[in-house]
């Protein structure tokens, strides 16, 4: 195997184009016997002689101008790897992929989004929005850089850092006569017609791990935050919401109380591979995220004051 360096293709292009060896090896930034016997190494890599030389001029032979073609070729594709590397690490260029719950999907996330748009305009950046196993799949497929969920029952293969944490609510119309409650209990929602999220999302399973063996049977079950606030809206049942989501339930006929027992808390967490490291753009996006969730805690604070 050859061991040619973009260094030797460099001399070997400079004395092609300056036809002297002294102009070249000025143009190297090398001393002259240096730039000679790099030539020289060139050409014993090769095994040919590069060059015709005599005391007037500098002449490539016809297998250095065989070399030559091939060299501004090589150092041209090296030019545009560095070119493209340099846009990368410079955040001109790339992508990042996020995979979130729907709640931060469509709450809280989009503010990061914009401002990192704003920011570096040449980055794409991808969403995915979907419930926790989902957001799992794609990091391991690779399709997301990181996944911002809660916690699955297998991690193998995953990272998870935590990145907030929120609390659970009941949401019910105005007319609902739990609506009079300050604040209300599990006991409180046993016997009420309840609209219950699906099986799959980390709402419904942080919410029946937390009843149990008490359990909240409900008179239907959606997948979309979406469907729970219009029947709600409209008077059908109750639900309970984490905080998250709640600014899909900001209406006038509708009324918001804290879940005060149990006390439910949902851990959203920055899941990623364990073994492979993020792209720059993809640090530039979470360090984005971790220095702005402090307006999630200023928010949390704010709602529990109200409350």
Request: contains cysteine; glycine residues 4%.
């Amino acid at each position: 195997m050859m061991n040619i360096s973009m260094r030797d293709l460099r001399a070997f292009i400079a004395v092609a184009e300056q036809k002297n060896f002294t102009r070249a090896a000025e143009q190297c930034h090398l001393s002259q016997s240096a730039f000679s016997a790099l030539i020289q190494n060139l050409e014993s890599e090769l095994g040919v002689k590069l060059f015709a030389r005599s005391t007037r001029r500098v002449e490539l032979t016809a297998e250095g101008k065989v070399f030559a073609d091939s060299a501004n070729r090589l150092l041209a594709e090296f030019s545009l790897v560095q070119s493209e590397m340099k846009d990368h690490v410079e955040m001109r260029k790339g992508r990042v992929s996020v995979a979130a719950l729907p709640s931060l999907a469509a709450g809280w996330l989009p503010v990061v989004l914009k401002e990192f748009r704003e920011n570096y305009p040449g980055v794409s950046t991808e969403l995915a929005d979907t419930l926790s196993d989902e957001c799992l799949e794609l990091v391991r497929a690779g399709r997301a850089d990181f996944a911002l969920c809660a916690a699955g029952t297998d991690m193998a293969g995953l990272e998870a850092e935590p990145l907030c944490t929120d609390e659970f609510y009941v949401v019910m119309h105005r007319e609902h006569p739990l609506a009079r409650r300050k604040s209300l209990s599990a006991a409180d929602l046993l016997n009420q017609p309840f609209i219950h999220l699906a099986h799959t999302s980390s709402v419904r399973q942080l919410l029946d791990a937390a009843l149990h063996p008490a359990r909240i049977a409900g008179i239907m079950e959606v997948a979309h935050l979406a469907s729970v606030a219009s029947l709600v809206g409209n008077n059908v049942g109750i639900s309970v919401i984490p905080f998250l989501a709640l600014f899909q339930f900001s209406h006038p006929d509708l009324v918001i109380r804290p879940l005060k027992e149990p006390k439910i808390v949902r851990t959203i967490y920055v899941i990623r591979l364990a073994d492979r490291p993020l792209s720059v753009a993809a640090e530039a996006f979470l360090a984005l995220l971790k220095k702005r969730r402090s307006k999630i805690r200023s928010e949390l604070d704010k709602d529990e004051r109200r409350h």
